[in-house]
């Protein structure tokens, strides 16, 4: 099952709450979603996501469909029952990934022929009907429907010719999707043409979806043009139905996401960056390997509530990251998702609350300051 | 603090509980510590130690001085208040790693000049006098007088030699050591022979200790020699004083201290195992990334109950581990130090019981029989 229902429109702002019900539970929007690539948030358990307040996690089907193979994941009761986490998924169609990390690529209206990064260069094929029939193994709660990612920058005419396959391929994937209570969304392209991306919110309505991707972007444009690009999108999604901004970004991005009507948000980057020891915080970025924290007794941010910060000094956790120390990974994992989940929850309540707004506006202004 | 009682005399066997109280709390005996190298047990967080039933962990003196430095962790409130474990803690006196890790050694009477392996090729001295000052400000509960690792094999001379230096140590360990509430265990050496091993037991009960330790062994010598040891050397112990195997070791090594008198114990193997994708079960080892686990919807071992075992299929946690998921590094580490500890319960369990020498054969026979 799958439903959407706005539950509140921001005030002075195109920020809105939502619910999002499956059969694995409630989602409330905006939210962000921690990366789960290989059935895995990488260094913590289904444990230590519910303890963090995850609510909802993304996969990553490119590289499940190599490693260990949707068919195994689906004898297993899908990704739910693989990976031990009882909450809603969702996963992404494989499109970006082909794109970005697969060998010799051959794109023909059919699908997408490449050889892939974990195999040993086996040949492999994906078309829409498949993206779809390995998303419906995966057994996510929303899945996604195959799209191609254009590089940066790219022609106009590049650009079209790649949104009309990317619509025929949304077509498709509407068409083979069977009746699995799973939503099925279509992702939004057209580079950075404003009335490309207009036409394709507008085709993929036609074509209707249970929500709607904002793709391709964060792919090396700026900042003014990236909010401009959702600008040019948000508004012509139907209001009453989740839109989705994949891929994106910084804390300031998400803020600037929500204030422009989006939904939901994933992003590596919590994730990654705690891993090399770069962690967020309230007073801005931190490098923990950085020598003046060798002696530091504090917490990681003393606003935050998470283990790591209510556990261990920076000590601490830069000698385990000098180390070598796996545990650091973990615990700065933890850390930097707690910020990125923690700043959904004060965004929520500031919409609730009427005060959107002003949030952001002191939210980007001590962030500009101390960064 | 610290005190040791011995509580029963095992029926049958050198077996026997006790129990060990020192100013952070009781370990009964006997007991398995998981070994945390650089002030953390690889992949763990306290809390997930705390789950597994940890009493009392071993931290590496040679490392730590190293790395962060003993008087960073001393301004930190010693090894519990640095990394946050706030129970029993024993410190190795580096001297083990001096001898197997560190270049360009030079020993004299004096103490031992090396190079580090962390620190770029700076020289360091560490003399027994030096040894108990580190371990001070690492504040373990234990602390170990400093000795010389000889190798194997050995000559009869070159042992004894090093043994009579080892005493020197020891005696020089003992007068340096202050009033700190720590208590100092003398470690006996002497190779491969067994009048030394008594003549060793013998000189450190004379200088006097708070419990003894015996090493040297492990190094490659035969499993029938390493007990000979043993029991060359346990004998010459005082009975009511705690005794230490150091460095050892297999499940079946454990069952084989106790019934010679061993009380505690430490080893690298479980958590060092786990992380290759090696397990302990009660049917014998197993590696997980065997093919034949592709598929399996089974648990690690059916008869634990750790939360890697309630959790998570054989076909899941071989997905992680060939997928370099850091993940699978601490769910092995939680099932194989489970595997210890609860041993280690069951074998106190069957010396209260009367019973040691039953569980001895089944736990070996099933083991020999399945591995």
């Known amino acids: 099952m799958?439903?959407?229902?706005?539950?509140?429109?921001?005030?002075?702002?195109?920020?809105?709450?939502?619910?999002?019900?499956?059969?694995?539970?409630?989602?409330?929007?905006?939210?962000f979603m921690p990366v789960g690539?290989?059935?895995?948030?990488?260094?913590?358990?289904?444990?230590?996501?519910?303890?963090?307040?995850?609510?909802?996690?993304?996969?990553?089907?490119?590289?499940?469909?190599?490693?260990?193979?949707?068919?195994l994941i689906r004898d297993f009761?899908?990704?739910?029952?693989?990976?031990?986490?009882?909450?809603?998924?969702?996963?992404?169609?494989?499109?970006?990934?082909?794109?970005?990390?697969?060998?010799?690529?051959?794109?023909?209206?059919?699908?997408?022929?490449?050889?892939?990064?974990?195999?040993?260069?086996?040949?492999?094929?994906?078309?829409?009907?498949?993206?779809?029939?390995?998303?419906?193994?995966?057994?996510?709660?929303?899945?996604?429907?195959f799209d191609e990612c254009i590089p940066y920058p790219a022609t106009k005419d590049y650009a079209q010719e790649s949104l009309e396959r990317t619509h025929r391929w949304a077509?498709?994937?509407?068409?083979?999707?069977?009746d699995t209570g799973q939503a099925l969304f279509g992702i939004v392209q057209g580079g950075m043409y404003p009335d490309l991306r207009k036409r394709s919110a507008e085709t993929l309505v036609d074509i209707g979806f249970e929500g709607y991707a904002i793709g391709g972007l964060s792919v090396g444009e700026t900042k003014p043009l990236m909010y401009e690009m959702i600008e040019a999108t948000a508004p012509h999604l139907p209001a009453d139905q989740p839109r989705y901004l994949m891929g994106v970004g910084t804390p300031e991005d998400l803020v600037e996401g929500v204030d422009r009507g989006i939904d939901l948000f994933d992003c590596v980057m919590p994730t990654r960056n705690a891993r090399n020891g770069t962690f967020f915080t309230s007073f801005g970025k931190m490098a923990i390997r950085n020598s003046r924290y060798e002696r530091d007794s504090g917490p990681l941010d003393p606003e935050c509530g998470c283990y790591t910060c209510r556990t261990f000094s920076r000590a601490y956790l830069r000698h385990l990251f000098n180390a070598g120390e796996v545990l650091?990974?973990?615990?700065?994992?933890?850390?930097?998702?707690?910020?990125?989940?923690?700043?959904?929850?004060?965004i929520r309540k500031s919409i609730e609350e009427d005060r959107f707004r002003e949030f952001k506006k002191e939210f980007l202004a001590k962030r500009g300051q101390e960064e």
Chains 1, 2 share one sequence.
Request: with cysteine; aromatic share 8%.
């Open 2 to 31: 799958f439903t959407f229902s706005l539950t509140k429109k921001g005030a002075g702002t195109g920020g809105r709450l939502g619910k999002v019900i499956t059969s694995h539970g409630e989602v409330t929007t905006p939210v």
């Open 328 to 346: 650091a990974l973990r615990l700065g994992t933890i850390h930097n998702l707690t910020f990125y989940l923690d700043l959904m929850r004060k």
């Open 77 to 145: 009761g899908g990704l739910h029952g693989f990976m031990k986490w009882d909450r809603p998924v969702l996963t992404d169609s494989g499109g970006f990934q082909v794109f970005s990390l697969a060998d010799l690529r051959k794109v023909t209206d059919e699908g997408v022929t490449f050889q892939s990064h974990v195999d040993g260069g086996a040949k492999h094929f994906i078309a829409p009907e498949q993206a779809v029939e390995i998303q419906e193994a995966l057994g996510a709660d929303i899945i996604m429907a």
């Open 37 to 71: 690539t290989q059935a895995t948030v990488k260094t913590l358990s289904p444990q230590d996501l519910r303890d963090i307040g995850a609510e909802i996690i993304l996969s990553n089907t490119y590289h499940l469909f190599l490693r260990p193979g949707h068919e």
């Open 171 to 178: 077509r498709r994937c509407r068409e083979a999707k069977r």
